[in-house]
C-alpha cells in the first residue's frame, strides 16, 4: 500500500494527457468564415492581454509573500523555508490552470458557433471539449502539485522533518492558490460586469440594439469578460477549494499516524487518502465525459446531466472499496470511536449536499421556475419592484442550503468527527473535473453565441447556441451553488485543521476577545462586497462614458444606430440606400478602447480586496491570538457563506427574469418582449444583480477560504506567540507574588517583637518550619506567602 503513493502523480499525469488531446481535437476543428475568425481573434487579444496584466501584477505579490515565508518558515521549529517552495508551486499551478482553461475556451467559442451551422450535438461536443480541458487541467494541476511535493519532502529532502513539519510546509501550496484565486475571481468579476453594465445599459436600453450587437463597442470587452470571469474566476475558485480541501484533510488525518502505527496498519492511510480520492475523481471525471451526447431537438441539460451522474455514480463505488483499503475496520483517537464505514458515509453526506445545494440554486435561478417568474411580472410595474422581488428571492434563498450545509457539518461529524467534515468537502469536489467541464461549457456557449451575433449568421445557428446558452447560464448558477456549498465545507476544514496546528481545543464566544473578533470577522463580507461592487460601479462609469463618447462622435456608427431605430433593428425593413449606409459602420466600433477601460480598471482595483483577506488573519492573529483569530474567522464564514448565496441566488435570478421577458412572456393575456417598458426594468434589474452574482458574490467564496489557509499558514508561529504569552503573564504573576512577599518581609521589619512572635506562633500552627532567607523553591515561596496571610489575618 505504501508503494501506491508513488503512482499519484501519474493519475495526475492522465488528466493532463485528457487536456492535451482535447485541446488538440479542438484546433483542428474549422473556425467558420474570415469575420468570425475576426470577432474571435479580438476576443482572444483582449482575453490574454487581461491575464498578462494581471500576471505582471501578481508576480511582484507572489515574491514578496514567499520572502516572508522563507523568513517565517526558517524561524519556526516546525516548519521550514520550503514553505515558500509551496507557496510558488500553489500560485504558479493556480495560474497556469487558468491560462490553459482561458486559451482552450477562447478557441473553443467561436468553432462551437461554425458546429451549430451543423447541429446541436456538434456545438454542444465543441462547447463540452473546451470545458473540459479547463476542468480536467484544474483537477490534475492541483494533484501533480500537491503529490509530488508530498514525495518530495516526506522522502527526499525532508526525511529527518517529521510528518507535522511536512504537512505545515504543505500548507503553503494551499496558501499560493488561494492567493491567485481571489484576485483571478476579483479582477475577472469586475472586468466583466464592467463591460456587461456598459453593453447592456448603452446598447439595450439607451441605443435600443442587441446585447452582442457588433455596432456595441463594448461587445467585444463583454465576450472578453465570460472568460476572464467564468472561465478563469470560476476554475481559480474551485481550484482553491479542491486544494483547500485536500490540505485540511491531510493536516487532520495526521493525528492518527501513532495510533495506526501501533495497529500495524499503513500510518499515512488518513494522510493520503484525500490525494488517492482526488486521482480517482480525475480518471472518474474522464469517464463521465464521454457519456456526454445530444441528438438534435434534445434537451443539453440532460446530456450534461448523464454525464454528471454516471461519474457520481461510479466516485461513490470507488470510494467505498478506497476507503476500506486505506483505513482501519474501527479505531479510537482522544476518546472519539471511529470506523471506514463512518468515513465513507461522511464522503456520501458531502457529496449529497453539493448537489441539494446546487438543485435549490437552480430552482431559484431557472427560466420558468415559480421564483424567476414573479420577479418578471413585478418588472410590470418597473425597475423598483422588479429589484425588491430580486431581493428579496435572494435572501429567501439562503434558508435551504444553509440548513443543508448544517445537516452535513453535524452529519460528518457525527460519522466521522473533524476528520469527516473535511473528507465530505473532498467527496463533495472529488468529481471537480467534470464539474468544473460543465461549468466552463457555459461561457463558451455565451461566447459562440455572441460571435453568431456579431457575424450576422442565419437565425437556426442563433437558436442552437442560445439553446446551449440557456442551459450554460443553469449550469453556471449550479456550480456557483456547488461552489458556495463547497467552500462552506473546505472553510470549516481549514478551521479545524487551524485550530489543530495552533493547540486550541474550544473556542469561548463569551471572551471579549473571541466576541470582538466574530462581529469583525461578520463585517468583512460586507466591507468586502462593498469595495466589489463599488470598483465595478466606477469602471462601468467609465465603459458608458465611453460607449455614449462612440455613439455621439463616430458618424458612420451614429448614422447605423438611426436606422437601426428606425426599424427596430430589423434591418431586412431598410432599403439599399440605408443598407450601405449601415454596412459602411462595419467595423467602425473602437472595441479596443473598451477592453483597456475593462482592463485597467480590474488590474487597479483587485489589489485592495486582495490585501484585506490576506493582511486580517495576520494581523489578528499576532496581535490578538490564536482565539480572537478563531473568532474572526467564525464570524467571517458564517456571513460570507449567507452573503454569497444571497447575492449570487438575487444576481441570477434577475439575469433569467430578464431572459424570459426578452424570450416572450404573458401576463394577464399580454405579451412582453424584447424593447418594453418591462423589458427596460427587467434590464436595470439584471444590471444591478450583475455585481452580484458575478463579483462580490463568487469572491465571497474565496475570501473565507482564503482567510482560513492563511490562519491555517500562520498557526504554528501564533501558537508559539500564545504560549510565550502564558509563560510571561505567568511568570509576570509569580514576580507579583515576589514583590507582595518583599514587601511584606519589608514590613515585618519594623513590627514590634510580638508581631514576630505571632509570626512564629502562625508558622507552627500551618505545620510549616522555620524559613530562611535562602530558601528560594517554588514550595518554600508557597509557605512564606501562605504564612504571610495568616500574619495579616492574625493583626
Request: charged fraction near 15%; charge should be negative.
Amino acid at each position: 500500500m505504501e508503494n501506491l503513493i508513488y503512482y499519484l502523480p501519474a493519475t495526475a499525469i492522465i488528466g493532463l494527457l485528457f487536456t492535451f488531446w482535447k485541446t488538440n481535437w479542438i484546433k483542428k476543428k474549422e473556425v467558420g468564415g474570415e469575420k468570425m475568425a475576426s470577432i474571435a481573434k479580438n476576443i482572444s487579444d483582449g482575453a490574454m492581454a487581461f491575464l498578462k496584466a494581471e500576471y505582471k501584477i501578481l508576480a511582484i505579490f507572489v515574491i514578496a509573500i514567499a520572502l516572508l515565508l522563507i523568513f517565517k518558515g526558517s524561524s519556526e521549529e516546525e516548519s521550514n523555508a520550503f514553505v515558500a517552495l509551496s507557496f510558488l508551486i500553489g500560485a504558479l499551478t493556480s495560474g497556469l490552470a487558468g491560462f490553459i482553461g482561458m486559451r482552450v475556451a477562447t478557441k473553443a467559442n467561436v468553432r462551437t458557433t461554425n458546429a451549430a451551422r451543423i447541429s446541436l450535438n456538434k456545438a454542444l461536443e465543441v462547447a463540452f471539449s473546451g470545458g473540459s480541458v479547463m476542468g480536467m487541467g484544474v483537477v490534475s494541476l492541483g494533484v501533480l502539485g500537491l503529490s509530488l511535493l508530498f514525495l518530495l519532502y516526506n522522502y527526499v529532502i525532508g526525511v529527518e522533518w517529521g510528518l507535522a513539519t511536512v504537512i505545515n510546509v504543505i500548507t503553503g501550496f494551499s496558501l499560493g492558490a488561494s492567493s491567485i484565486a481571489l484576485f483571478a475571481r476579483v479582477g475577472g468579476g469586475i472586468y466583466t460586469k464592467a463591460a456587461d453594465v456598459g453593453a447592456d445599459l448603452v446598447g439595450k436600453v439607451e441605443a435600443g440594439i442587441p446585447e452582442d450587437h457588433p455596432l456595441n463597442p463594448a461587445t467585444i470587452a463583454d465576450n472578453v469578460g465570460d472568460n476572464v470571469g467564468d472561465v478563469a474566476g470560476m476554475g481559480a475558485d474551485l481550484f482553491e477549494s479542491f486544494v483547500g480541501s485536500i490540505v485540511a484533510t491531510m493536516v487532520l488525518g495526521a493525528i492518527f499516524v501513532t495510533g495506526f502505527e501501533a495497529m500495524g496498519f499503513f500510518s499515512l492511510g488518513a494522510v493520503i487518502l484525500p490525494l488517492v480520492l482526488a486521482g480517482t475523481g480525475i480518471i472518474v471525471s474522464i469517464i463521465g465525459t464521454f457519456f456526454v451526447r445530444v441528438k438534435e431537438g434534445q434537451d443539453p441539460q440532460k446530456a450534461l446531466n448523464t454525464g454528471q451522474f454516471i461519474s457520481a455514480g461510479i466516485m461513490v463505488i470507488a470510494s467505498f472499496f478506497i476507503i476500506r483499503w486505506f483505513l482501519p475496520s474501527n479505531w479510537t483517537v482522544n476518546n472519539f470511536d471511529y470506523s471506514s464505514l463512518g468515513v465513507f458515509i461522511a464522503t456520501i453526506i458531502g457529496l449529497i449536499a453539493g448537489l441539494g445545494v446546487g438543485k435549490i440554486t437552480e430552482y431559484y435561478t431557472g427560466m420558468g421556475n415559480p421564483p424567476v417568474r414573479k420577479i418578471a411580472r413585478q418588472s410590470l410595474t418597473g425597475a423598483a419592484t422588479n429589484i425588491i422581488s430580486g431581493l428579496a428571492t435572494g435572501m429567501m434563498s439562503t434558508a435551504v442550503p444553509i440548513l443543508l450545509i448544517a445537516l452535513a457539518i453535524l452529519g460528518s461529524y457525527y460519522f466521522a468527527g473533524l476528520y469527516g467534515i473535511a473528507i465530505a468537502a473532498v467527496g463533495m469536489l472529488a468529481n471537480t473535473g467534470i464539474q468544473l467541464a460543465v461549468d466552463a461549457y457555459g461561457p463558451i456557449s455565451d461566447n459562440a453565441g455572441g460571435i453568431a451575433e456579431m457575424a450576422e449568421l442565419p437565425k437556426e445557428v442563433r437558436q442552437r447556441t442560445d439553446k446551449l446558452d440557456a442551459v450554460g447560464n443553469t449550469t453556471a448558477a449550479i456550480g456557483k451553488g456547488f461552489a458556495i456549498a463547497s467552500a462552506a465545507l473546505t472553510a470549516l476544514a481549514l478551521f479545524s485543521a487551524f485550530m489543530q496546528q495552533a493547540g486550541i481545543f474550544t473556542i469561548d464566544i463569551s471572551t471579549p476577545k473571541v466576541m470582538a473578533g466574530l462581529f469583525i470577522g461578520g463585517m468583512l463580507p460586507f466591507v468586502f462586497s462593498a469595495m466589489a461592487m463599488k470598483a465595478v460601479g466606477e469602471a462601468a462609469m467609465a465603459m458608458i462614458e465611453e460607449v455614449r463618447r462612440q455613439f455621439k462622435e463616430i458618424p458612420a456608427l451614429k448614422a447605423a444606430l438611426e436606422i437601426m431605430k428606425k426599424y427596430d433593428s430589423d434591418i431586412s425593413k431598410a432599403n439599399e440606400e440605408e443598407k450601405k449606409i449601415f454596412d459602411a459602420a462595419d467595423g467602425v466600433p473602437e472595441y479596443q478602447k473598451c477592453v483597456a477601460i475593462s482592463t485597467n480598471a480590474s488590474i487597479k482595483k483587485m489589489i485592495l480586496p486582495g490585501i484585506l483577506a490576506i493582511s486580517v488573519p495576520v494581523l489578528f492573529g499576532f496581535f490578538g491570538g490564536p482565539e480572537m483569530l478563531g473568532g474572526l474567522l467564525a464570524g467571517v464564514t458564517v456571513v460570507g457563506v449567507l452573503m454569497a448565496i444571497f447575492q449570487s441566488n438575487a444576481g441570477g435570478a434577475w439575469d433569467n427574469a430578464k431572459k424570459m421577458i426578452e424570450e416572450g412572456v404573458e401576463f394577464d393575456g399580454i405579451k412582453y418582449t424584447k424593447g418594453s417598458d418591462p423589458h427596460k426594468a427587467a434590464v436595470v434589474g439584471d444590471t444591478v444583480g450583475d455585481p452580484f452574482k458575478d463579483t462580490s458574490g463568487p469572491s465571497l467564496n474565496i475570501l473565507i477560504k482564503l482567510m482560513a489557509v492563511v490562519a491555517l499558514v500562520i498557526a504554528p508561529s501564533i501558537a508559539v506567540i500564545d504560549n510565550n504569552k502564558i509563560d510571561n503573564e505567568t511568570s509576570n504573576k509569580t514576580n507579583t507574588e515576589q514583590t507582595i512577599s518583599v514587601q511584606s518581609e519589608d514590613a515585618n521589619v519594623e513590627v514590634r517583637d510580638e508581631e514576630a512572635a505571632v509570626f512564629g506562633e502562625v508558622s507552627k500552627r500551618e505545620g510549616y518550619q522555620d524559613l530562611t532567607e535562602n530558601d528560594t523553591n517554588e514550595s518554600t515561596e508557597a509557605q512564606k506567602s501562605i504564612s504571610r496571610k495568616s500574619i495579616q489575618e492574625n493583626r
